[in-house]
């Protein structure tokens, strides 16, 4: 299987866990203050990051930064929708801000790590 195959299946899986936790009645709790929001800003900056090693020109990276968003904004729609989970605006911005640092860690700034694996296996 090629590496950019095996990477984009990580990457979905990613989004599977963002919105299996967004939407299961138990979510994990990070024991600090406002600890869901940095959940909120490493799953997304992380989404971000993962698929950015993919994506390396500009417009599909926008196109990438938007879906996530989105997929931020719906989640915590459907939050509101279940009757178990809420509805809050400081997540959406925390899931903003994650993609934000996501792209910014992103190459060229940071090295492409999929590049790297490749070279280091010989893929």
Avoid: C
């Amino acid at each position: 299987m090629r590496p950019e195959r095996l990477w984009r299946i990580a990457g979905w899986g990613v989004i599977i866990a963002i919105v299996y936790f967004s939407l299961t009645p138990t979510p994990p709790e990070i024991d600090v203050t406002e600890g869901d929001k940095l959940g909120h800003l490493a799953a997304y900056g992380l989404a971000m990051l993962w698929f950015a090693q993919l994506y390396t020109e500009r417009w599909p990276r926008r196109w990438l930064a938007l879906g996530l968003v989105a997929l931020g904004v719906a989640l915590e729609y459907a939050q509101d929708a279940t009757g178990y989970r809420t509805f809050d605006v400081a997540d959406m911005l925390a899931d903003a801000a994650g993609v934000a640092l996501g792209w910014l860690a992103a190459p060229p700034r940071l090295p492409n790590l999929l590049a790297l694996a490749k070279r280091r296996f010989s893929l």
